[in-house]
C-alpha cells in the first residue's frame, strides 16, 4: 500500500507539473502581447518619432532601410509576435507531449519542452525574412494601397482557406496525439527537431492568414488579435474546420467585391 500511496503522488505532482508547463506557456504568450501594445521592441529609426508603425509596409521599409541591423530587429520584433499569436493554441500538444515523457527526470522533462518549442519558434522566426525579401522587390505598402493587389491577396486567402492542403496541415494541427505518434524522436534534439516539424504544419495550416495580415500591416494590433482569434479557433475547437471554409469564403466574396469595385471605378 505504501508504495501504491507513493505511485499516486508521482503521479499527481506530474499532472501538477504539466498544468505549471501549459500555464508558462500562456505566461510567455503573454508577455509577447504585452511588447507588442508597449512597443518594447523598437524597429531602427523609429527612437522617439511618431511613426505609425501599424500602418501597411511601414515595419518592412523600415527594417530593409536599416541594413543587417534593420533585418535582425524586425526578426526579433516577428518572433516576438509569433510567440504571442501561434504559443496559445499550441498548448494542447505541448501537455500531451509533457505528459509522454513521465519516465524521465524533470530537468529532462522541461529541457525537451524547450527544445521542442525552440524548434518550433526558430521555424516561425526564419519565416519572418519572407516579407522582408518581399518587401526589396515589391514594396509591401505598393501591394496594399493597390486595389487590384488587395483584392489578388483576399482572394489567394479564400482559395487557400478551401483548399484540400490548408485541410491536411489543419488535421495534424488538430490532432496533437497523431502527431506524436508519428513524429516522435528520442532526446533533446530530436524534442528540437518534432518543433520544426510541427512549426512547417502550423506554417502550411496559416501562411495565407500571415500573408493578408502583412498586407494589411504587420504590427496592427486589431488585425492581429482578430487573426490569432481564428488561428486557434481552426486549430482547437471541434467546429474549426468550419470556420477556416467560412473565413475563405467570406475573403473570396470581398476579393471579388473589391476587385469588381475597381473595375467600376468605385474603389
Known amino acids: 500500500m505504501p508504495g501504491a500511496s507513493w505511485s499516486v503522488v508521482v503521479g499527481w505532482r506530474r499532472v501538477r507539473e504539466t498544468h505549471l508547463v501549459a500555464l508558462v506557456v500562456y505566461v510567455i504568450a503573454l508577455l509577447a502581447w504585452l511588447s507588442m501594445l508597449r512597443q518594447w521592441l ?3 529609426g523609429s527612437g522617439g518619432m511618431t511613426m505609425d508603425m501599424a500602418a501597411p509596409g511601414v515595419p518592412e521599409t523600415m527594417a530593409t532601410g536599416a541594413g543587417p541591423v534593420g533585418w535582425g530587429l524586425y526578426l526579433l520584433m516577428w518572433g516576438v509576435m509569433m510567440i504571442a499569436m501561434m504559443y496559445p493554441s499550441t498548448v494542447p500538444l ?7 515523457l513521465a519516465g524521465l527526470s524533470r530537468g529532462e522533462r522541461l529541457l525537451r519542452v524547450g527544445a521542442f518549442l525552440g524548434g518550433y519558434t526558430l521555424l516561425w522566426t526564419t519565416v519572418g525574412l519572407v ?3 518581399v518587401n526589396v522587390v515589391v514594396p509591401v505598402s505598393a501591394v ?13 486567402l479564400g482559395a487557400y482557406q478551401l483548399s484540400p492542403y ?15 505518434m508519428t513524429h516522435s524522436r528520442p532526446g533533446v534534439r530530436g524534442a528540437g527537431r518534432m518543433g520544426l516539424d510541427h ?9 495565407a492568414l500571415f500573408a493578408f495580415m502583412v498586407v494589411v500591416g504587420t504590427m496592427n494590433l486589431v488585425w492581429m488579435a482578430l487573426i490569432t482569434l481564428v488561428l486557434s479557433v481552426e486549430r482547437t475547437v471541434a467546429w474549426g474546420d468550419r470556420l477556416a471554409r467560412a473565413v475563405g469564403v467570406v475573403a473570396g466574396i470581398a476579393g471579388f467585391g473589391v476587385l469588381f469595385a475597381a473595375t467600376l471605378g468605385v474603389a
Open 166 to 180: 490548408k485541410d491536411r496541415c489543419l488535421d495534424h494541427c488538430r490532432t496533437p496525439l497523431g502527431f506524436l
Open 94 to 100: 505541448i501537455r500531451l507531449y509533457h505528459g509522454t
Open 131 to 133: 516579407p522582408l525579401a
Open 144 to 156: 496594399a494601397g493597390s486595389t487590384a493587389a488587395f483584392g489578388g491577396t483576399l482572394l489567394l
Open 42 to 44: 523598437p524597429m531602427p
Open 199 to 207: 512549426g512547417v504544419f502550423c506554417l502550411g495550416c496559416c501562411w
